[in-house]
């Protein structure tokens, strides 16, 4: 379950096996980021992604085949403006910390951030997702393969040692998976293990992935944001991300969590409101990107 550097990097061939078809992989456009007060102009390493079939993901795998960058101008502006933000934090932190992508998809968050030396975890459930997130992290060369530790696919929970059934929640987007199970016990979709993030962080065979500073969090569940935190205590009391940004408005219930019971404050928010910026402690705004 739990790997660092050691992803077995397979040939696009045997990929092809894995998706049925030859496999897609697109180019995702770098950016530049303008400097503000403490914080230096830095670029976004554009990067290979392994990608679904255009037909069956129209939001990410189309628009990076067809342009680079999402179809959709406003949620391609947040990943933007997240993705700056959380490089210019780690650039500005000490050279070991690292961040976390909890539901990480097909790395669209992360491999610009790997690519540009930094060390991460990434968490991602659909097996469709997970390979392509693989093979990805694969093509950014062995350096990359280091700094990542991936734990895919697994879906995280406020319990282990369980299984979740995953399915695609809307059709031409991957990104939509739904946890759910038919009433006969029978999973009609891709049936995968579940793991507190507790277990993973302090019980791996890294013993802990958060003796080094956790600077930064995003999170992406589809909603399951607050069950993934309940069983993320001691990742949040002891490694303390620093920042977390987070699918779902300040009234959620994973935000209010966090204000609530870990002392987070909100920074900003993105999407009119629907996806959120919070910071451990004072909460005094971050000026960086976006």
């Known amino acids: 379950m739990l790997q660092r550097g050691v992803l077995g990097c397979a040939q696009p061939d045997k990929l092809g096996v894995l998706a049925g078809r030859p496999v897609l992989v697109a ?5 530049h980021v303008a400097s503000t007060a403490g914080s230096p102009a830095l670029y976004v390493p554009s990067v290979s992604v392994y990608v679904h079939p255009p037909a069956e993901d129209r939001l990410i ?20 403006t997240v993705v700056g933000l959380m ?5 500005q932190s000490t050279p070991a910390a690292i961040f976390m992508d909890i539901g990480a998809n097909i790395g669209t968050f992360s491999l610009p951030l790997l690519a540009a ?13 997970a390979w392509r997130l693989r093979a990805s992290i694969c093509a950014l060369g062995p350096i990359a393969h280091s700094h990542a530790v991936v734990v895919a696919p697994v879906a995280l929970s406020s319990t ?7 399915k695609l929640a809307k059709s031409q987007n991957m990104g939509t998976m739904s946890v759910t199970v038919n009433e006969s016990g029978y999973c009609d979709g891709d049936e995968v293990p579940t793991a507190q993030l507790d277990d993973i962080v302090f019980g791996g065979t890294d013993a802990t992935l958060c003796s080094s500073p956790v600077v930064a969090l995003k999170i992406d569940v589809e909603q399951h944001e607050q069950e993934v935190f309940l069983g993320a205590d001691r ?3 002891h490694c303390k991300p620093q920042h977390i940004f987070i699918e779902g408005g300040p ?8 204000m609530e019971k870990y002392k987070y404050t909100i920074v900003q928010t993105f999407e009119r409101g629907r996806d959120t910026h919070l910071a451990l402690g004072s909460g005094r705004p971050f000026r960086g990107a976006g």
């Not at 795998?61 to 502006?77: D, I, Q, T, V, Y």
């Open 235 to 237: 990742v949040l009391r």
């Open 117 to 129: 030396g930094y060390s991460g975890l990434l968490v991602e459930a659909s097996p469709r997702n």
């Open 61 to 80: 795998s189309k628009g990076l085949l067809e342009h680079g960058s999402w179809s959709h101008r406003n949620n391609e502006k947040t990943r933007r």
């Open 251 to 258: 009234g959620t219930p994973a935000v209010k969590l966090l």
């Open 160 to 166: 282990s040692n369980g299984t979740a059934c995953m």
């Open 27 to 31: 180019n995702m456009t770098g950016f």
């Open 87 to 91: 490089l210019q934090l780690l650039t």
